[in-house]
């Protein structure tokens, strides 16, 4: 059995259609592994698709203004071909956020029936209290509160784990990709992929081995 993690990211990238296999994998589970996730995880992907959904109404209102504008000119057949490209463009804007919306709603489905929490318990919120209040320094990762408490959250239930294979896919390599953290997720008995093709083939050609 493997113990797979997964973040935030990983919900948001099935969410917005920018990770096909990461739909692969949750539809179709195999059962020699165990997708583990922090539950801070479900409310940072809303928050997440909060602001996502913010942006995408705020350049709503800014197309509502162009075709308002567009619309004053009577005389140009460019302007009111541009106005009904932006009439489109702004029907599908609403269309994609609900996609997204049902899309991140089945995402967060799927894992609360399938994949185990990890839970906040009493020890890592006080390291985490402690870390940010009298050592901001010594974060792993930077001026980032929750990508180290999602850290520390996975390096915990790891230590619980020493004896199954780990994996962890997250394409937030920016942050979980550094040399460094690499290294932490490597000491604790993890291995990093930034996307679920890179752990498929890992997986598919461990399995075959």
Request: contains cysteine.
């Amino acid at each position: 059995m493997l113990i797979l993690y997964i973040e935030t990211n990983f919900l948001m990238a099935v969410a917005k259609g920018q990770d096909l296999k990461a739909e692969d994998l949750l539809r179709d589970i195999s059962s020699s592994i165990r997708i583990v996730i922090p539950d801070v995880c479900y409310i940072e992907s809303l928050t997440t698709y909060k602001i996502d959904k913010r942006k995408r109404l705020e350049f709503q209102e800014e197309m509502d203004k162009q075709i308002k504008e567009l619309n004053r000119d009577k005389t140009s057949n460019y302007a009111r071909l541009f106005m009904g490209n932006l009439g489109e463009a702004r029907i599908n804007n609403e269309l994609l956020i609900n996609d997204i919306q049902d899309r991140l709603f089945t995402t967060i489905d799927q894992l609360l029936n399938n994949a185990e929490l990890i839970n906040l318990n009493k020890n890592l919120i006080q390291n985490i209290a402690e870390t940010t209040i009298f050592q901001p320094e010594a974060w792993l990762i930077k001026n980032d509160i929750m990508d180290n408490l999602i850290l520390e959250c996975i390096l915990d239930h790891a230590q619980l784990h020493t004896q199954e294979d780990k994996a962890f896919i997250s394409n937030n390599s920016k942050d979980f990709g550094k040399p460094e953290i690499k290294a932490v997720l490597s000491n604790a008995g993890i291995k990093y992929f930034t996307t679920t093709q890179d752990f498929l083939n890992w997986f598919n050609s461990r399995s075959s081995n």
